[in-house]
């Protein structure tokens, strides 16, 4: 429910003034900005004055917490919660600066992170209604090799759109891809993926400037842009009847899904991807929970149904 507006104490509503008319005419602020800014401390100092706060003196991290909180209840936006909090450190270190605050005590609260939507996984069939291309033309076993690559070494965007052809090595089914941060790495890949790439290294040479290193490369005999390959991948999406939006991230999202769920093997899965850390594994892929359940009855000694020992 908002609270109704009441007049602010002179104590609170002075250093606010003093604090817009910086903004105006020494940060150098956007107007948008400027605004922004007001309104989260209007409305902040109005929910302290419901409170009984008379004084900014006397907020400390707790009293900055349950701002945040109550911006959270209300249902504002993570990016919007970062906004206030930002108002609230900036107008804190402008008294700091005159001399009418010792510490700002909005520095340690942070607002929490905005959750960044994962694309929805597509399933085995779908994959398999996509990756039913039998045009020979090049351009055709060109796109089938990305998407096979794609799905069968989990590749992102950027590493399948560099990768050379002396970084392919047919006979040892790996491949060496450059991820973020330049960071080298091999991947196996095998099977259909390796067919298809064999497939197009055949063909290569009548698209392919004589020096291209690429391996995939356009129209124009050129590496192949990262907007080229994401608009040919929505285009076989649509011509193929899938249901879903086709793109190489769901593609990679989908590599990780699979093999996650059939081997178990987190840690496996982490290396194929590239992630530093295991945590990013974790957010990015997401096990099917009854699957999991099922393992824990059937192993856990604790968990097994009378009958079954």
Do not use: C
């Amino acid at each position: 429910m908002n609270e109704s507006a009441i007049p602010l104490p002179n104590s609170l509503q002075r250093p606010l003034e003093r604090f817009y008319e910086y903004l105006r005419s020494e940060k150098g602020l956007s107007l948008h900005t400027q605004r922004n800014y007001k309104q989260q401390l209007e409305t902040m100092a109005q929910h302290l004055a419901h409170l009984g706060i008379k004084d900014w003196s006397q907020v400390d991290a707790g009293w900055v917490r349950q701002l945040a909180s109550k911006g959270m209840r209300d249902g504002m936006k993570a990016s919007s919660l970062a906004t206030r909090l930002s108002s609230l450190r900036s107008f804190f270190d402008f008294l700091i600066l005159r001399g009418e605050m010792s510490a700002n005590p909005a520095k340690g609260v942070s607002a929490p992170r905005k959750k960044r939507p994962l694309p929805k996984n597509l399933d085995v069939d779908e994959v398999g209604q996509l990756l039913e291309v039998n045009e020979d033309d090049p351009l055709s076993v060109r796109d089938r090799a990305m998407m096979e690559l794609m799905y069968g070494a989990g590749l992102r965007l950027a590493e399948m759109v560099s990768v050379n052809v002396k970084d392919v090595g047919l006979s040892s089914g790996e491949l060496r891809v450059v991820g973020k941060g330049d960071k080298e790495r091999k991947v196996p890949f095998s099977g259909m993926a390796a067919e298809w790439v064999a497939k197009w290294l055949k063909v290569r040479a009548s698209l392919a400037n004589p020096d291209e290193p690429a391996l995939f490369v356009s129209k124009l005999g050129v590496r192949i842009s990262h907007r080229n390959v994401q608009k040919r991948m929505a285009e076989w999406g649509q011509k193929q009847s899938v249901a879903s939006h086709i793109s190489p991230h769901k593609l990679r999202h989908s590599f990780a899904t699979h093999v996650l769920e059939s081997s178990n093997n987190l840690r496996a899965v982490q290396e194929l991807l590239g992630h530093e850390n295991i945590s990013t594994t974790q957010i990015y892929t997401h096990l099917d929970f009854q699957h999991l359940a099922e393992v824990y009855d059937q192993a856990h000694p604790r968990a097994r149904k009378k009958g079954n020992n």
